[in-house]
Every structure is written in structure tokens, then in C-alpha cells.
């Protein structure tokens, strides 16, 4: 089995910055592609941003140039550091570990964290 454990969401004021921690533990050898995710009240669950197990990246158009994805693959750990945040980034935001693959397994599956809340106050 393996867990994703995120951090360092919180109550922040406009303008200010966060950094998000996700880690996977668990029994497995390999993981694709990371990312986080974000759903506020009534919305749907959307994509925030991804990394490769390379290091390319890719961003919502919302988040460009205020949020950076980073990942340590030595700590199985993927990073969301989120500046000049404003109220419509509240929400709770998820990590997803896609592709992981268990050492007796062909073929890997996605994970979810629990998801860690965000609010931002104006």
C-alpha cells in the first residue's frame, strides 16, 4: 500500500505565500509523474500542476508564473511552492502520485492524498 502525506497548508493573507509538502510511502519501486490538484466548494476538482519523474513541468494558465512544482526523487517527495496567492486560490488541494508501481507489479496505479486546506484571506 502507499500513502501520500501533504503539509503546509494553512490561512494566509493576499499576496502571501505557501509551500506545500507531499510524501509517498509505502512498498513500491517506481513513481511516474507527480501533481497537485485543488477543489473549492462547488467546483469540480482541477489540475494545478504536474512534474515528471524527469523534471518537466506543466501549469493551469491560473497558476503560471506564481506557482512552482518541484520534486526530490531520493525522497519521493513533490513540492508546491505558491506565491502572490489571492482569495480564488482557496481551496483544498490534493497530491497525486501517478503510475506507482509495486515491486511484483506489471503495471502501476494513481494515488490521492487526503488533501490539505488553503484559504486566503483578502
Known amino acids: 500500500q502507499v500513502q501520500l502525506v501533504e503539509s503546509g497548508g494553512g490561512l494566509v493573507q493576499a499576496g502571501g505565500s505557501l509551500r506545500l509538502s507531499c510524501v509517498a510511502s509505502g512498498n513500491f519501486v517506481s513513481i511516474n509523474g507527480m501533481g497537485w490538484y485543488r477543489q473549492a466548494p462547488g467546483n469540480e476538482r482541477e489540475l494545478v500542476a504536474t512534474i515528471t519523474s524527469g523534471g518537466s513541468t506543466n501549469y493551469a494558465d491560473s497558476v503560471k508564473g506564481r506557482f512552482t512544482i518541484s520534486r526530490d526523487n531520493a525522497k519521493n517527495t513533490v513540492y508546491l511552492q505558491m506565491d502572490s496567492l489571492n482569495s480564488e486560490d482557496t481551496a483544498v488541494y490534493y497530491c497525486?502520485?501517478?503510475?506507482?508501481?509495486?515491486?511484483?507489479?506489471?503495471?502501476?496505479?494513481?494515488?490521492w492524498g487526503q488533501g490539505t486546506q488553503v484559504t486566503v484571506s483578502s
Open positions: 497525486n502520485a501517478q503510475n506507482v508501481r509495486a515491486p511484483w507489479a506489471i503495471v502501476g496505479r494513481d494515488y
